[in-house]
């Protein structure tokens, strides 16, 4: 009989943290008069928690969480995929892969704790320097909450 593997566990963001953190985004959001949808997942870049602000564009819905998701994956800030996904690249054509969920410019960003990624933040909605900066508010709250 071979051993039992260890199971992993894996820290989560829970959903009141989750609920502050789009406070965060969604003060920041309205601070540079924007109308942003913002979404937040858990590691493995699935859904925990969406808030979309009045009269934010109905396709933010889907890039928002897109950006999460791209975050969480790769565990870096979606805008640090910019450049090696242009033609001639080495990952040029990334962002149609994964039935297009892949997003390489920036609104997402990784949530870490204790050296490890325990969620993603993503914002949609603006120029993606606002998107950034959103993203960035949620960051900033999380890192507050578990200091």
């Known amino acids: 009989?071979?051993?039992n593997p260890e199971l992993r566990t894996t820290e989560q963001?829970?959903?009141?943290?989750?609920?502050?953190?789009?406070d965060a985004m969604e003060e920041q959001s309205e601070t540079i008069g924007?109308?942003?949808?913002?979404?937040?997942?858990?590691?493995?870049g699935n859904?925990?928690?969406?808030?979309?602000?009045?009269?934010?564009w109905l396709p933010s819905v889907n890039i928002s969480l897109n950006k999460a998701y791209t975050a969480a994956g790769f565990e870096m800030a979606t805008e640090d995929l910019a450049e090696v996904t242009i033609p001639g690249e080495s990952l040029w054509g990334l962002q149609v892969t994964d039935e297009s969920r892949l997003v390489v410019f920036?609104?997402?960003?990784?949530l870490e704790h204790d050296g490890a990624v325990v969620g993603a933040v993503g914002s949609s909605g603006g120029e993606v320097s606002q998107d950034v900066e959103v993203a960035e508010a949620g960051v900033e709250r999380f890192d507050e909450l578990v200091e």
């Open 34 to 44: 924007l109308q942003s949808v913002m979404a937040v997942t858990d590691a493995e």
């Open 13 to 22: 963001v829970p959903l009141e943290m989750a609920k502050e953190i789009l």
């Open 47 to 56: 859904f925990i928690a969406q808030r979309r602000m009045d009269n934010a």
């Open 106 to 110: 920036g609104g997402g960003i990784p």
């Open 1 to 3: 009989m071979t051993p």
